[in-house]
């Protein structure tokens, strides 16, 4: 059954979305010898998202140690920040994965939600 | 396309949107095809061809076809088209647009371009003259003529007759007036008689019965001797007093 | 001289500079992963919460736009657990699964269903073709024993992951 119908404006509707930039980072050398550094890009466009966390995995998601300014970034919706993650030099070869996941709140919650996480990967 | 579109002439579409579920076998070859014709059917505004050969039904396909802004006017019929063994089903096809309230400058005072009309003028010398009429003229004089000659023999009587009404209507008018005349003179002897019956002029010369009271009381003597019985008040009163007198002279 | 040099700076400062502004923009392959809708329980019964349209629920639909062909997977993950309830008097049985409910591209995403790996409640996509695709979660969470769960809201997540290949 075919329905033809106009409306004024697109449908984008109502959608949240959630996005990290670059999908394949590199690593370069940090200030101190013996660190390395990755710059990410994080945009929220969830509106019912605040908070979203940081994480270094290998191959098997497994956590490996890194740093940043904060492993919880505070991002309003349409907010955008740049972040360095540090790493070991020695972690370097069983890095594989950056992952930025929403965090919700549980008084935020509601219904059926979704949380979202992106990975990035970094190639040899 | 006109059915589907609004009203305003203004109206140009950027976008095209639309969504359907096929329903084929996954070895069956099945192709759709959907868009809109341009306006003389040369071509199309839009196209696009989905290939499910190979591909299972039951998944809904959503596409968004961004499009140069394109006034209706460059916009023929739409079709959705199949080829292969399939159906489509829950089909929708939505259009974006915006309007330009001033795509017609005469639309608005407000537009741009907008130019005041002018009124139409009546070319006068297709329409028909009666007073140019020679035929009409020749009537006309004709009528006047015998009007003419009525006129004179019916004068004569008219005026008599109106003199008859004139002498009717003074006569009446005088009456009239009599009989006015003779009430107004009525009302006044009334009037007269009752102003008489009041007697205002008595109320206004009445007079008071006054007269002098004099002064009954009278004293024999002419003296009048302290009393003994104060005489010792007198004495302090008469004392006071003399001392009041004396004080405005020290 | 110098009044002439005065009359001269001040001409000057009279013209007005023009500047070109730059806009900086740079394309990347980026996956974006979009909440198209939320999910509601429906409740048919005192001991099943579950998503099924013909039990009043709806199903949650997620949205992962690509824009670098075969450089991502997607892992929808159903609900195995509850993020928020009042106290459970039993232990909850899940069920969960994740289909592609639309593509943008039916010659290249067509496939993605056929392909997909499942393992626990875990569903992934090899995203090989650019574009949108939307995946629909069903979730149904059975309270053990048949026992009735008790008034109050409940919350369970679906995770939806885009990974770099």
């Known amino acids: 059954m075919k329905k033809l119908a106009v409306v004024l404006l697109l449908i984008s509707g109502l959608s949240y979305s959630h996005e990290m930039t670059p999908t394949y980072p590199k690593w370069k050398r940090a200030h101190l010898s013996g660190i390395l550094k990755a710059k990410m890009e994080l945009f929220n466009k969830r509106n019912d998202v605040e908070y979203y966390e940081i994480g270094v995995f290998n191959k098997d998601f497994e956590p490996v140690p890194f740093v940043s300014a904060y492993s919880v970034i505070k991002l309003k919706y349409l907010g955008k920040v740049v972040f360095d993650v540090f790493i070991n030099s020695t972690d370097k070869s069983r890095v594989v994965y950056i992952c930025s996941k929403s965090k919700l709140r549980k008084e935020d919650l509601r219904r059926t939600a979704v949380a979202s996480r992106i990975c990035s990967k970094f190639k040899d | 396309m006109g059915s589907v579109l609004p009203d305003p002439s203004g109206l140009q579409i950027n976008g095209v949107y639309y969504t359907y579920t096929p329903q084929k076998a996954t070895a069956d070859d099945f192709e759709v095809s959907l868009g809109n014709w341009n306006a003389d059917k040369s071509g199309y505004v839009w196209n696009e061809v989905d290939n499910w050969d190979g591909s299972p039904g039951g998944v809904s396909i959503i596409k968004n076809i961004p499009l140069p802004y394109t006034h209706r006017s460059q916009f023929g019929d739409g079709f959705l088209n199949t080829t292969g063994v399939g159906t489509v089903e829950d089909a929708n096809i939505i259009y974006s647009y915006k309007v330009d309230p001033c795509y017609n400058p005469q639309a608005d005072v407000n537009c741009p371009g907008f130019v005041p009309p002018t009124p139409e003028t009546v070319d006068v010398s297709t329409l028909y003259d009666v007073t140019e009429d020679a035929e009409i003229e020749e009537v006309e004089t004709d009528m006047y003529t015998e009007e003419s000659e009525e006129d004179d023999s019916e004068t004569e009587e008219e005026k008599e007759e109106e003199d008859r009404k004139k002498r009717l209507e003074r006569a009446m008018s005088i009456g009239d007036n009599s009989a006015m005349f003779a009430q107004g003179l009525a009302q006044t002897q009334m009037l007269q008689q009752m102003n008489a019956a009041v007697n205002v002029s008595t109320y206004l010369s009445k007079t008071i019965q006054g007269g002098v009271y004099t002064e009954s009381v009278q004293l024999d003597g002419g003296n009048l001797p302290d009393n003994r019985g104060a005489r010792r008040m007198n004495w302090a009163t008469q004392k006071l007093h003399e001392e009041m007198i004396g004080m405005q002279y020290k | ?165």
């Open chain 3, 1 to 165: 001289m110098f009044k002439s040099l005065i009359i001269i700076l001040a001409s000057i400062s009279t013209f007005a500079l023009a500047e070109n502004t730059s806009i900086n923009g740079s394309v990347q392959s980026r996956c974006i992963i979009s909440t198209d809708t939320e999910g509601t329980y429906g409740n048919p019964n005192a001991y099943t919460l579950t998503t099924a349209v013909s039990d009043g629920g709806v199903l949650a639909v997620t949205r992962f736009d690509v824009t670098l062909a075969d450089a991502y997977y997607a892992q929808i993950t159903a609900p195995n657990s509850f993020s928020t309830s009042p106290s459970l008097p039993d232990t909850v049985t899940w069920t969960g699964d994740t289909v592609v409910k639309a593509i943008s591209d039916s010659t290249g995403m067509a496939d993605y269903e056929t392909n997909k790996v499942e393992f626990d409640y875990t569903d992934k996509y090899d995203m090989t073709a650019t574009g949108s695709t939307w995946f629909k979660t069903t979730s149904a969470a059975t309270m053990g024993g048949s026992k009735a769960y008790a008034g109050g809201s409940y919350t369970s997540l679906v995770l939806a992951e885009c990974i770099a290949q």
